[in-house]
């Protein structure tokens, strides 16, 4: 790994494929996000492994269980009293960097958040502060899961209509550890599921006991990735719509959050598509949890464009593999948030859609870098893409 210094020299970024992976691991109290932590240390992988854990309170007692599995090549970082997303990106910039101070290559980072944390302020440290960014990048977003109370944790009312911190923890991951399902019956962890997917239908969910899964399912899998997850299932971004839970046995309160996808076959208009997306972030950010897709763009080629974002924080460029000659222009976009209109979501996206000018007319930027449209013959000019 390249040295970074606090003294204020310039750094490069590193190539995306030797940037230290990072797996976000979130969960209620009480879930086994500690026993996981210890499960992966205790693991016959090989692997150097650095932990950045937190606990809410002055006395970390997360760290001595954890440190208890600790080798000699691995490093623990106990941050500063409080909550990691309620305190302190600062701190969790400074455990970064202070692995990076230390000259040793990790093959992996674990942050283990306290039960209490929303997820997104943690992801948020990847995507805007550059030293973070030019050295480590996100793996996957873990949620740990107690299926035996998961529901009761969702089910907490919070004042002002806010949404619970177990909704935002299933809601931002990509990968779910349903814990404990022997503490349940098969009928109550069908229900379990059933509430997850209404949550979030994107997330692989991975059934264990005492946090024990096959390392392969949670470490360098790539899941944040939209790319990386499309490599190995070509279907991710298909068919997986969830809408807030209806009722069954009992009336979940999950504050309205779910999740859509649309497909859109065809070339997307570049400047129709920024347009719907800065609209959606103007209106929708704080209740846009996730977002990501695969896109066309015409006039681009070949070049299969990725992005992926969680609120109004978006990453956007092309991916390492363009679209095959053969491949499908097939466009799919998923939300995650809270109070999403399908409808109009779908709608706008499909507005996005690229279109030939009608004859006669033109576009072009002017200096601001704003699309106008004119006709060449009559000389009128509008912002508004003519139809006629």
């Given at each position: 790994m390249a040295s970074a210094q606090g003294g204020g020299e310039d750094l490069y970024e590193l190539p995306e494929t030797e940037k230290t992976p990072v797996t976000i691991i979130t969960g209620f109290l009480g879930a086994g996000k500690t026993t996981l932590v210890n499960h992966i240390l205790k693991g016959d992988h090989g692997m150097k492994i650095a932990v950045v854990e937190n606990e809410f309170g002055a006395v970390s007692i997360d760290d001595a269980l954890v440190s208890e599995n600790m080798k000699a090549a691995e490093s623990i970082v106990t941050m500063d009293n409080g909550c990691v997303c309620c305190t302190v990106r600062g701190d969790l910039v400074r455990a970064l960097t202070q692995l990076l101070d230390g000259g040793k290559k990790f093959d992996a980072v674990l942050i283990e958040t306290t039960g209490l944390a929303d997820p997104?302020?943690?992801?948020?440290?990847?995507?805007?502060?550059?030293?973070?960014?030019?050295?480590?990048?996100?793996?996957?977003i873990l949620c740990l899961a107690d299926a035996k109370h998961i529901i009761e944790h969702i089910e907490e009312k919070k004042a002002d209509n806010a949404v619970n911190e177990a909704v935002q923890q299933v809601a931002f991951a990509d990968r779910i550890l349903l814990n404990k399902i022997d503490l349940v019956s098969p009928e109550e962890l069908t229900n379990v599921k059933s509430t997850i997917a209404s949550i979030n239908g994107f997330a692989e969910v991975i059934e264990c006991q005492q946090s024990k899964v096959p390392l392969a399912k949670i470490l360098g899998v790539g899941s944040f990735s939209v790319e990386k997850?499309?490599?190995?299932?070509?279907?991710?971004?298909?068919?997986?719509?969830s809408q807030p839970a209806k009722k069954t046995k009992k009336v979940h309160d999950l504050s309205q959050v779910g999740s859509c996808g649309f497909q859109i076959e065809?070339?997307?208009?570049?400047?129709?598509?920024?347009?719907?997306?800065?609209?959606?972030?103007?209106?929708?950010?704080?209740?846009?949890?996730?977002?990501?897709?695969?896109l066309s763009i015409h006039g681009q080629g070949d070049t299969k464009f990725v992005f992926q974002g969680v609120h109004e924080q978006m990453n956007f460029g092309p991916a390492l593999s363009p679209w095959k000659p053969d491949e499908k222009r097939v466009n799919k976009l998923v939300f995650?948030?809270?109070?999403?209109?399908?409808?109009?979501?779908?709608?706008?996206?499909?507005?996005?859609?690229?279109?030939?000018?009608?004859?006669?007319?033109?576009?072009?930027k002017d200096q601001y870098g704003r699309r106008y449209y004119f006709h060449t013959e009559s000389k009128k000019t509008q912002w508004t893409k003519p139809t006629e």
């Amino acid at each position: 790994m390249a040295s970074a210094q606090g003294g204020g020299e310039d750094l490069y970024e590193l190539p995306e494929t030797e940037k230290t992976p990072v797996t976000i691991i979130t969960g209620f109290l009480g879930a086994g996000k500690t026993t996981l932590v210890n499960h992966i240390l205790k693991g016959d992988h090989g692997m150097k492994i650095a932990v950045v854990e937190n606990e809410f309170g002055a006395v970390s007692i997360d760290d001595a269980l954890v440190s208890e599995n600790m080798k000699a090549a691995e490093s623990i970082v106990t941050m500063d009293n409080g909550c990691v997303c309620c305190t302190v990106r600062g701190d969790l910039v400074r455990a970064l960097t202070q692995l990076l101070d230390g000259g040793k290559k990790f093959d992996a980072v674990l942050i283990e958040t306290t039960g209490l944390a929303d997820p997104a302020p943690v992801a948020f440290t990847f995507y805007i502060n550059q030293e973070v960014g030019e050295f480590y990048k996100i793996d996957s977003i873990l949620c740990l899961a107690d299926a035996k109370h998961i529901i009761e944790h969702i089910e907490e009312k919070k004042a002002d209509n806010a949404v619970n911190e177990a909704v935002q923890q299933v809601a931002f991951a990509d990968r779910i550890l349903l814990n404990k399902i022997d503490l349940v019956s098969p009928e109550e962890l069908t229900n379990v599921k059933s509430t997850i997917a209404s949550i979030n239908g994107f997330a692989e969910v991975i059934e264990c006991q005492q946090s024990k899964v096959p390392l392969a399912k949670i470490l360098g899998v790539g899941s944040f990735s939209v790319e990386k997850t499309l490599e190995v299932d070509p279907d991710f971004l298909d068919g997986a719509d969830s809408q807030p839970a209806k009722k069954t046995k009992k009336v979940h309160d999950l504050s309205q959050v779910g999740s859509c996808g649309f497909q859109i076959e065809g070339d997307l208009d570049d400047v129709s598509f920024n347009d719907f997306m800065q609209q959606l972030l103007q209106a929708k950010a704080r209740d846009l949890y996730r977002s990501k897709g695969v896109l066309s763009i015409h006039g681009q080629g070949d070049t299969k464009f990725v992005f992926q974002g969680v609120h109004e924080q978006m990453n956007f460029g092309p991916a390492l593999s363009p679209w095959k000659p053969d491949e499908k222009r097939v466009n799919k976009l998923v939300f995650i948030g809270r109070n999403l209109d399908r409808a109009a979501l779908e709608e706008g996206f499909k507005n996005c859609l690229y279109t030939p000018l009608p004859d006669g007319w033109s576009s072009a930027k002017d200096q601001y870098g704003r699309r106008y449209y004119f006709h060449t013959e009559s000389k009128k000019t509008q912002w508004t893409k003519p139809t006629e």
